[in-house]
């Protein structure tokens, strides 16, 4: 899809300039210490599910933002981390957060795009992406990104999915129109089996990890709105942020992320 991350889901029901839509995106997104829910006692959780993996894995992190994973994981082993980003602005951000977080040496900030990445095949005991794999497709990536993994490797994925029964019209409407590929965790586990992964682990993604994410990006919007008055995209861009942090609050019973551990088989 090559678009910016989770956000532009909220923009795509009005017809706007994409390359605009994205540039102010990143605006609102550039200085956040990640880019999508997420919490690092989820990629903890994850990561002590990829077992067995080697003392010091090689590990690719996909649409990896300004790093919040690629810090945790460096931190919570002795591996090494590819953190791969479209956006060189994400990715400078990643390289100063990893030097003053004194991993550095064992984070390899790249822009490149994640459905052409730049490396051999079987190259990583573990892929890693949290709130991006939607944009190539949930199956697609699970398909391409299988041959950069060893025999034996690991994908851990964070998908948006639908939790339990309750279809809530509000939400089934909002999500129809951003992200109709949306399922449950039974169709998005059978597509990953049927793609010849074995399941290792799933769980839900909980409340704080919606909050990690958008309590601070709700706090920038009234200084982005003064910056860009008179604008109707931004405006619209605003509103679209704001309408998804209000959704995903009245419905977090209904619909969240959801993540995946996945074992190439
Ligand atoms: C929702 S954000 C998640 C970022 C990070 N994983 C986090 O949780 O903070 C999705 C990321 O995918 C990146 N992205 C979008 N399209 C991409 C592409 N084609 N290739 C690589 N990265 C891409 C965006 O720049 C963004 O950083």
Same mark, same amino acid.
Request: hydrophobic share 50%.
């Given at each position: 899809m090559g678009e910016q991350g989770a956000c532009l889901r909220r923009v795509k029901g009005k017809v706007m300039d994409e390359a605009r839509t994205i540039a102010l995106l990143v605006e609102l997104h550039r200085g956040l210490a990640r880019l999508g829910p997420g919490d690092d006692e989820v990629t903890r959780r994850a990561?002590?599910?990829?077992?067995?993996?080697?003392?010091?894995?090689?590990?690719?992190?996909?649409?990896?933002?300004?790093?919040?994973?690629?810090?945790?994981?460096?931190?919570?082993?002795?591996?090494?981390? #590819? /953190?791969?980003?479209?956006?060189?602005? =994400?990715? $400078?951000?990643?390289?100063?957060? +990893?030097?003053?977080? !004194?991993? %550095?040496?064992?984070?390899?900030?790249? #822009? /490149?795009?994640?459905?052409?990445?730049? =490396?051999? $095949?079987?190259?990583?005991?573990? +892929?890693?992406?949290? !709130?991006? %794999?939607?944009?190539?497709?949930?199956?697609? /990536?699970?398909?391409?990104?299988?041959?950069?993994?060893?025999?034996?490797?690991?994908?851990?994925?964070?998908?948006?999915?639908?939790?339990?029964?309750?279809?809530?019209?509000?939400?089934?409407?909002?999500?129809?129109r951003n992200y109709p590929a949306l399922r449950d965790d039974a169709a998005n586990l059978s597509a990953a089996r049927e793609r010849g992964w074995r399941v290792a682990g799933h769980f839900h993604l909980p409340a704080e990890a919606w909050l990690n994410y958008h309590a601070p990006l709700r706090e920038r919007l009234p200084a982005f709105r003064t910056r860009h008055a008179g604008d109707a995209e931004a405006a619209a861009v605003a509103e679209a942020t704001e309408t998804e942090i209000e959704l995903m609050a009245r419905h977090a019973a209904s619909v969240g992320y959801s993540c995946y551990v996945l074992q190439r088989a």
């Amino acid at each position: 899809m090559g678009e910016q991350g989770a956000c532009l889901r909220r923009v795509k029901g009005k017809v706007m300039d994409e390359a605009r839509t994205i540039a102010l995106l990143v605006e609102l997104h550039r200085g956040l210490a990640r880019l999508g829910p997420g919490d690092d006692e989820v990629t903890r959780r994850a990561l002590a599910t990829c077992t067995p993996r080697p003392r010091r894995p090689m590990i690719l992190d996909i649409g990896a933002g300004t790093g919040a994973q690629s810090l945790c994981l460096a931190l919570a082993c002795e591996g090494r981390v #590819v /953190a791969v980003d479209r956006f060189e602005g =994400f990715v $400078a951000e990643l390289a100063s957060r +990893a030097r003053m977080a !004194g991993v %550095a040496g064992r984070i390899a900030p790249c #822009v /490149a795009d994640m459905a052409h990445l730049p =490396f051999a $095949a079987a190259s990583f005991d573990i +892929a890693w992406s949290e !709130g991006a %794999a939607y944009l190539l497709g949930f199956d697609a /990536a699970l398909d391409r990104w299988r041959p950069l993994l060893r025999p034996g490797g690991w994908l851990v994925v964070t998908e948006l999915a639908w939790f339990g029964s309750a279809r809530p019209p509000e939400a089934v409407a909002f999500w129809a129109r951003n992200y109709p590929a949306l399922r449950d965790d039974a169709a998005n586990l059978s597509a990953a089996r049927e793609r010849g992964w074995r399941v290792a682990g799933h769980f839900h993604l909980p409340a704080e990890a919606w909050l990690n994410y958008h309590a601070p990006l709700r706090e920038r919007l009234p200084a982005f709105r003064t910056r860009h008055a008179g604008d109707a995209e931004a405006a619209a861009v605003a509103e679209a942020t704001e309408t998804e942090i209000e959704l995903m609050a009245r419905h977090a019973a209904s619909v969240g992320y959801s993540c995946y551990v996945l074992q190439r088989a």
